[in-house]
């Protein structure tokens, strides 16, 4: 099988699983079970057989992404064509070796050609009522929650006022408490009372001054 037809066959694999839909493709993830027979059924190719999947899945890439427009102006600006064109790619390399290796089980190659038959195709339409709407303050949901968010921004800025003068509180009550205890661990106690020494025998007055 040449090139050219087996790039018709996977133009028509897509054309009759997906009709007209055009858009993004949804396909079923690889499993280990689909690995190990794309293993299995890659080993049994030769070079070039293994060539012509190649040339033939270049022009089938260039065809996937004709057929959609949004893709076709990205291509053309020089950006990436879009993960899910590469991801129909793979899924349609899969499709070609499982029919080109000679000896695969009938559940090996179901599971090679599944992905590409059993997808779904997400619209342009359907892509682009997904996309959420602009953020503009001329819509009142989002002047609502700007509102929200300030309301937010000032309650954190009270509470974070009220937690550092707490902080403050709590620092000066801790380094007078400290300052008392040591005071009192050392011995050195203060009173109201003056000193009196009784060698020079003072005596005390009730108004608490030294008598002699």
Not at 75 to 102: C, F, H, L, S, W
Not at 150 to 162: C, N
Request: glycine residues 8%; positive net charge; contains cysteine.
């Amino acid at each position: 099988m040449d090139a050219i037809k087996i790039t018709e066959t996977l133009q028509d694999v897509i054309l009759r699983a997906y009709g007209d839909r055009v858009g993004t493709f949804k396909l079923q993830s690889v499993d280990e079970a689909t690995s190990k027979a794309r293993q299995k059924a890659r080993s049994q190719l030769t070079k070039d057989q293994r060539l012509v999947i190649d040339r033939a899945l270049v022009s089938f890439r260039d065809w996937l992404i004709k057929r959609d427009p949004e893709a076709a102006e990205r291509v053309a600006k020089g950006v990436p064509a879009p993960q899910d064109i590469e991801t129909a790619v793979r899924a349609a390399e899969d499709y070609a070796v499982a029919n080109m290796a000679p000896d695969v089980t009938t559940e090996e190659k179901a599971l090679l050609t599944c992905r590409l038959e059993n997808g779904r195709v997400e619209t342009i339409e359907e892509r682009n009522a997904t996309k959420r709407r602009p953020l503009k303050l001329s819509n009142r949901h989002v002047r609502t929650m700007v509102g929200g968010i300030l309301v937010i921004f000032l309650g954190s800025g009270l509470a974070g006022i009220a937690t550092e003068a707490a902080t403050i509180v709590t620092v000066v009550g801790a380094a007078i408490f400290v300052f008392g205890f040591r005071r009192w661990r050392s011995g050195d106690v203060t009173s109201n009372i003056p000193q009196v020494s009784v060698f020079r025998g003072g005596k005390i007055s009730d108004e608490g001054k030294e008598q002699f």
